[in-house]
C-alpha cells in the first residue's frame, strides 16, 4: 500500500471534465493544489472560487505559451498534471513548453494530456491523433523527468449508449470488445491517487473497475427501461477503418474536439483493434494499486437511471 506523503501538485484544467474531481480530490486527500488559470481580470470563476476556499492557490498565466511565465506559476511543484482536452495544437505546440517549464521549474514528475485510450501500447499509424501524442512521449522520455500516464478507458458520458450525443443509440465497430469505462468522479479519484503515488512514476496506469460488451451495455439499457422503443444506429468496423485515413479536418460531431479524421481514427482503435485498455510492461492496473477502491456508479446503475439515459442536454 502506498503511504500518505503530502505533495504540491499544479494543474493546467483544473475546471476541466477530469480535472475539476482530480482538484477536488486531492484538496480533500490534504495535498496543496497550484490550479493555473489565463485569466482572473473578470474575478474567479464558481469553480475557481470553491477550490480557493478549500485551499488551492489559484494563479493566473497571462500566456500559456510563455516557458518562463509558466515556469514561475508551477515554481515548488512536486508534479505538473496537464488536464485539459489533448487536440493536436496542445500536444504539438503547449505540452512542450509546458514540458520545459517543468523542467525549468525542478517539477519531479510531469503528467500529459492523456487520460483515455492507451497509446503506449499503439502502433504509428493506428490514430492520427495517437501518433502526435507518440512523438512527444519521445520528447518526455528524452528529458529525463519523472512521468506518470493515467489511461482511463471511456467516461460513462461517451461510451456507454445514451442520447446524450447521437440522435439514436450508437454502436460501433465489434460488439463483443470489452470497454473499459469509468464515471467521471472516478476518474477524478483514481488519477489524484495515482500522480501523488510513489508506485506510479514512470508507469502507466490503466483503470479497470467496469469493463462491458456493447452486447452487455444494450443488454442493460433494455433490461432497465423495457417499455422504451430505442432507435439504432451501427457503424461497421469497414466504415470506421476506412473513416480514420478519408475522413474530413473539420469539427462536426456534437460537443467534439477533435477532427472527424482524429475521432474515426479513435473509434478505430477503440472498436476495431480493441485497444481503449491495454496492459503493457510499464502499466499497472488501478485495481491492484487500489484493490479497496469502490466505485461510486457501475456501468449498470448509469444505465439504469433515466435522466442519464434521456438526458440529451
Request: negative net charge.
Amino acid at each position: 500500500m502506498s503511504e500518505f506523503k503530502k505533495q504540491t501538485i499544479a494543474i493546467i484544467g483544473a475546471t476541466g471534465q477530469v480535472g475539476t474531481p482530480l482538484t477536488r480530490t486531492l484538496l480533500k486527500l490534504g495535498h496543496d493544489v497550484i490550479a493555473i488559470t489565463r485569466n482572473v481580470q473578470s474575478g474567479l470563476s464558481d469553480k475557481l472560487q470553491e477550490f480557493a476556499e478549500k485551499g488551492a492557490r489559484i494563479v493566473a498565466v497571462s500566456n500559456i505559451a510563455d516557458q518562463d511565465l509558466m515556469a514561475q506559476a508551477i515554481q515548488g511543484a512536486d508534479a505538473l498534471v496537464c488536464a485539459v482536452p489533448g487536440d493536436q495544437n496542445v500536444i504539438k505546440n503547449l505540452e512542450p513548453i509546458w514540458l520545459e517549464a517543468a523542467l525549468q521549474a525542478g517539477v519531479k514528475r510531469f503528467v500529459p494530456t492523456e487520460f483515455g485510450a492507451h497509446t503506449r501500447g499503439l502502433d504509428y499509424g493506428d490514430g492520427s491523433l495517437f501518433d502526435v501524442k507518440k512523438d512527444f512521449h519521445e520528447k518526455l522520455f528524452k528529458s529525463g523527468i519523472g512521468w506518470t500516464f493515467i489511461y482511463t478507458g471511456g467516461i460513462f458520458d461517451y461510451f456507454l449508449p445514451n442520447l446524450r450525443f447521437f440522435r439514436k443509440i450508437t454502436t460501433f465497430g465489434d460488439m463483443e470488445l470489452p470497454i473499459y469505462t469509468h464515471e467521471i468522479n472516478d476518474i477524478g479519484h483514481i488519477a489524484a491517487l495515482a500522480v501523488t503515488d510513489d508506485r506510479t512514476l514512470n508507469r502507466c496506469v490503466q483503470l479497470d473497475f467496469n469493463v462491458l460488451t456493447q452486447t452487455e451495455m444494450l443488454d442493460l439499457l433494455h433490461k432497465s427501461h423495457p417499455d422504451h422503443s430505442f432507435e439504432y444506429e451501427h457503424f461497421s468496423s469497414e466504415f470506421i477503418t476506412e473513416q480514420r485515413l478519408t475522413a474530413s479536418d473539420a469539427v462536426t460531431a456534437k460537443k467534439g474536439a477533435e477532427t472527424d479524421r482524429e475521432r474515426w481514427g479513435i473509434n478505430y482503435v477503440i472498436y476495431v483493434i480493441g485497444k481503449l485498455a491495454l496492459f503493457t510492461d510499464e502499466t499497472v492496473r488501478a485495481s491492484e494499486l487500489y484493490p479497496d477502491y469502490t466505485v461510486s456508479k457501475t456501468p449498470a446503475q448509469a444505465l439504469a437511471d433515466p435522466a442519464f439515459v434521456f438526458d440529451d442536454e
